[in-house]
């Protein structure tokens, strides 16, 4: 395993890093043309499945299939089942015909787990979410559950707190000016 802090390796002068090859457009392809690969060890259940079908209607289909020259699925598994779920007849796919075999098998592996290695800045996080459900933006199509966007949203819990026991409910004749940051309790003793 290379040292995380050591230098990157520099590229071959002749390697496909270093070559103006890759994918050069987007084409549309129908979905039986796409050959999964028998070997993806990437999994999604139904309900992921199920939210990137929600996403490809909400957004479109934005992220495109990538394959190998013989029609093999490199990355886009899931893509591919959403849009057999929503019943498309094609797909839009990027071409990748400058990678070996050994380079195809292992950016099958890297393209899944690379993603997963990114972290989130969660102030912004919560801005964002926030922002968006301020404007009435539907937030079950971004991915995270709901107790979850509840967390980003409530982050203390309080909208959903219910009065101690101990403590005896305010009524409509007197004027709440505490709030327990705990429990969400508000209280005082004023009258009106």
Known sequence: MRDRNAALPVPAANSPATKASGPRQIEQWPLDRLK????NARTHSPEQIAQIAASIQ????TNPILVASDDGILAGH????AAK???????????????T?????????????????????????SEEIT???????????LGWSEDVIAGIL?????GNAEAPK???????????????????????????
């Open 36 to 39: 999964p690969y028998s070997r």
């Open 58 to 61: 909400e957004f479109g289909f």
């Open 78 to 81: 899931g893509r591919l089942a």
């Open 85 to 99: 779920d929503l019943k498309l007849q094609e797909v839009p796919v990027v071409v990748l015909d400058h990678l």
């Open 101 to 125: 075999p050994k380079q195809r098998r292992a950016y099958v592996l890297a393209d899944n787990k690379l993603a997963l290695n990114a972290g989130w800045d969660d102030s912004l996080l």
């Open 131 to 141: 922002a968006l459900h301020l404007q009435d933006f539907d937030l079950s199509v």
């Open 154 to 158: 409530d982050p203390e819990g309080i």
């Open 166 to 192: 101990d403590f005896p409910e305010v009524g409509d004749d007197i004027e709440t000016d505490h709030r327990c940051p705990s429990c969400g309790y508000e209280w005082s003793g004023k009258t009106k």
